[in-house]
T-cell receptor, first 113, second 112 residues
Framework: AQSVTQLDSQVPVFEEAPVELRCNYS??????LFWYVQYPNQGLQLLLK??????LVKGINGFEAEFNKSQTSFHLRKPSVHISDTAEYFC???????????FGEGTQLTVNP | ETGVTQSPTHLIKTRGQQVTLRCSSQ?????VSWYQQALGQGPQFIFQ???????GRGNFPPRFSGLQFPNYSSELNVNALELDDSALYLC???????????FGPGTRLTVT
């Protein structure tokens, strides 16, 4: 069984500030890790994914995430956020890229001017 | 290249009715997964279809059923609708179980 815990349901930040969205996971098997973004009234867009190799993964829109196997974490970071980054962010795990994904509850990132 | 499309965008049904949601997969993809996203929650896996066969199912009752057609488009059917079925239904397509999943915009179902 797999589970994902997103530690913050809401994260308010000011524009141009750094941000970290936290994600912990639990799984009895090796998993792939994903971060998705969802803008209002839209579907999910993949930000980045960790499959293997380097533990620091770079994604779209300036986001990056670091896989930490010992802490079973996959935190998402951005050094300087924009108003347009305001959205819901979901962390997910899956046994492969195309298999069933288990999602966290989501973190609402609100960037204020 | 056409992305994943879903229809309808919104619909309203009454408790006890039946509903069919449709998903067209991205060109070249042969796998479709369906997810239910209740308000304020993360998506939950309903089931996956690969080459017209069900290939995995989440913790949903049998009144949730699906089909995949030879062109790899898919339908999600829900019978005996309940108020708790109100949600955004997302489909995602991929090329097999190793391909990245691309999500459609979703269908918002409201059950009254």
């Amino acid at each position: 069984a797999q589970s994902v815990t997103q530690l913050d349901s809401q994260v308010p930040v000011f524009e141009e500030a750094p941000v970290e969205l936290r994600c912990n996971y639990s799984s009895s098997v090796s998993v792939y890790l994903f971060w998705y973004v969802q803008y209002p009234n839209q579907g999910l867009q993949l930000l980045l994914k960790y499959l293997s190799g380097s533990t620091l993964v770079k994604g779209i829109n300036g986001f990056e995430a670091e896989f930490n196997k010992s802490q079973t974490s996959f935190h998402l970071r951005k050094p300087s956020v924009h108003i347009s980054d305001t959205a819901e962010y979901f962390c997910a795990v899956g046994e492969t890229s195309g298999s069933r994904l288990t999602f966290g509850e989501g973190t609402q990132l609100t960037v204020n001017p | 290249e056409t992305g994943v499309t879903q229809s309808p965008t919104h619909l309203i049904k009454t408790r006890g009715q039946q509903v069919t949601l449709r998903c067209s997969s991205q060109s070249g993809h042969n796998t479709v997964s369906w997810y239910q996203q209740a308000l304020g929650q993360g998506p939950q896996f309903i089931f996956q279809y690969y080459r017209e066969e069900e290939n995995g199912r989440g913790n949903f009752p049998p009144r949730f059923s699906g089909l995949q057609f030879p062109n790899y488009s898919s339908e999600l059917n829900v019978n005996a609708l309940e108020l708790d079925d109100s949600a955004l239904y997302l489909c995602a397509s991929s090329f097999g179980s190793l391909g990245e999943q691309y999500f459609g915009p979703g269908t918002r179902l409201t059950v009254t």
